[in-house]
């Protein structure tokens, strides 16, 4: 009697331990699924176990009966609870993907389960036939073999082998001989426990006759203990992200700032200290309204408030500290947590890491003032050009006036030395004419605002061209066109760039006739369009492709081909004031040169 008392009380004190080392892994991590169903299992052998000691205590058979039945179901629960665990336990630390047979023995294995709680719970069929061994003990036997045995038998060898192979896989999978061994014991004792129960409760008992005993509280107890014991050894030597974050709070520049629901400072870390002095103590349930202050907060301090799980805030703030003044933005997540990890999620507080602008601030403070007076320079730079070359206007009027007086008071003899005095004098003045209206032209661009609207480039270029072959009585130019599209730009000044690179094909060009192909094409992914202008002339060498575009550069005499050498300027300004790009390419047939303009399209 005093025996079978010790035992009642073992089986009570094995479960209440079980469920102790279920927290005591759940309290691990409370959010991870392995830990969550490796306490619900143990909840489970625990409850199994006060069956057990209440079957235990019962005075007859037909007591013991009735609460077999749910004794029973409790552990056809436990083993849906005991393969979460093994296959979260697996998921975890098996890196690895779980391939799609596996899942779908899963699945085979948690159908089985209904059935036994049918079997169990709803009909005579129960898992074999209560009794009392030689010693007293409740044990069961099968005395006759049917369906819903073998039903049972194959069920459960689905379930335990399946738990068996999941809890072989991260010791499979170890990488490091720390790990290695602890994965290893936890194979091997819970393969013991399951092999060891298989063997007595089925084979035994189904093959064999021999009754097998109920109360298997001193297995599952060491299973449970020893398995939970290794658990969280795993978890202490297998490196896992969460170790980091100490050291990681040390060492990182960014501000950390822990709150509970209501803005009381949990934790922060030493950046934090380092600007706002004190420990980490002492900050310790501080409104954060003492470190954050003025109407700003408290307008983003009720947005964060509304914020969902998945939502993030963010928060600009200058703080100042003593003689210094910290700029800081602040990326705020909020903590949502369940009781116990299982349910009711609610926000339970927040995350602020705040990021240091202050030189960002600074610099960006400088550019902007740089960016202000380059501006201001470069108004002012075109406004003198403008009014340089208007001023320069008048002399160069006089002069050629004055030349042309001088030609008609003094009438002089064609070819004579004054006629080619006077001639010259009259070409300089055209040329310098031209060259002040150029300056004129580069300095107007951009003063006024531009007039956005679709252009059909290929319509402007054959009206451009047209208007050339009028003007040009010497040469005419062969124009190509392929393709089309819709430019986003300024007419008046796309028309003046068309006509430059026009121009030029036609004036930097040898041969009996002039070319130009036009090539327009649309890029993909993109609000731009590329448009080729390749002529057949001269051609223009690769290091000297980027110096044609500056103001006033000639790579030829005035004698060779006329000019004022700002055309390419003027082109560049007008691509570069519709946010595109121009450069040069070789042309496709040499020689020649391919202008390739990149323009922003309709």
Known sequence: MLNHLSTDWFTLLSGFAIFIMGLRVYWLD??????????????????????????????TLAKAIQLRRWQENVWNLTVVCML??????????????????????????????????YLQGFTIHGHGELMYNEAGRLAFTITAYSW????????????????????????????????????????????????????????????FQIPSLLNESINVAIGGLFTGLMIINLQLTDLQSQHAVPNLLKTMTNWFILTDE????????????????????????????????????????????????????????????????????????????????????????????????????????QIIAYAQDLELSNQALERFAFIASHDLKEPIRNIGSFAGLLRRRLAPEKD??????????????????????????VSRLGQEGLSYEPVNLAAMIKEVSARLWNESQDKQLALSLEGNVQIKGDEELLQQLVQNLLENALKYNESAQP????????????????????????????EYREQVFEMFKRLH?????????????????????????????????SPGAAFVLRLPVV
């Not at 023995?105 to 089985?112: G, K, Q, V």
């Not at 004579?416 to 150029?438: C, K, Y």
């Not at 060779?560 to 595109?580: D, M």
């Open 515 to 542: 070319q130009m192909m036009v090539k327009m094409i649309a890029e993909d992914a993109s609000d731009f369009a590329q448009v080729y202008f390749e002529d057949n002339g001269i051609g223009i060498h690769s």
């Open 84 to 117: 979460g665990t093994m296959w979260f336990y697996a998921k975890q630390f098996a890196p690895r993907e779980m391939k799609k047979w596996e899942r779908s023995w899963l699945l085979i294995a948690l159908l089985f389960i209904p059935g036994f709680i």
């Open 262 to 365: 209501d803005f009381r400072i949990k934790q922060v870390n030493s950046a934090f200290l380092e600007q706002m002095e004190g420990t980490a103590k002492s900050w310790q349930d501080i409104k954060l309204d003492q470190v954050f202050k003025g109407e700003d907060w408290e307008f983003t301090k009720n947005q964060l408030l509304g914020l969902a799980q998945t939502e993030r805030g963010h928060y600009e703030t200058s703080l100042s500290v003593g003689s210094q003044s910290n700029y800081l933005l602040f990326l705020v997540t909020p903590i949502y947590k369940k009781f116990l990890g299982l349910w009711g999620n609610r926000k339970r507080g927040y995350v602020f890491v705040g990021t240091d602008l202050t030189q960002f601030k600074t610099s960006e403070a």
């Open 416 to 441: 004579s030395e004054i006629d080619d005095f006077l001639s010259f004098i009259e070409r300089n003045v055209q040329g310098m004419n031209r060259l002040i209206e150029a300056v004129m032209t």
């Open 557 to 589: 005499s005035r004698a060779a081909y006329s000019g004022t050498g700002i055309g390419l300027a003027i082109c560049r300004r007008i691509v570069e004031l519709h946010g595109g790009e121009i450069w040069i390419e070789d042309a496709t047939h």
């Open 30 to 59: 409370t959010n991870r699924r392995m830990y969550q169903a490796f306490m619900a299992t143990t909840l489970l052998l625990f409850i199994q176990n006060l069956f057990f000691f209440e079957m235990e205590s019962v005075d």
């Open 148 to 207: 819903y045995y073998l039903f049972r038998f194959v069920g459960v060898l689905v379930t335990y082998g399946l738990c068996i192979y999941l809890s072989y896989l991260p010791y499979h999978y170890a990488f490091n001989t720390s790990t290695r061994g602890i994965r290893l014991a936890i194979f091997f004792i819970f393969s013991l426990v399951m092999v060891g129960s298989f063997v007595q409760n089925y084979l035994l008992t189904y093959f």
